[in-house]
């Protein structure tokens, strides 16, 4: 495989997924995420 074949394989396996879909939207715990996003960024900057 080259170039764009060798790309296809993995996207198609993360589009195949069986997970359920709420019919509501689900809220966001925005603490959670911006606490991770800091975290997340203060390591990737040492």
Not at 34 to 40: D, E, Y
């Amino acid at each position: 495989m080259t170039g764009d074949g060798a790309n296809d394989v993995p996207i198609m396996a993360i589009a195949t997924d069986n997970t359920w879909l709420d019919p509501q939207p689900v809220p966001w715990d925005m603490h959670h995420v911006l606490t991770s996003s800091t975290v997340s960024g203060l390591i990737g900057t040492v």
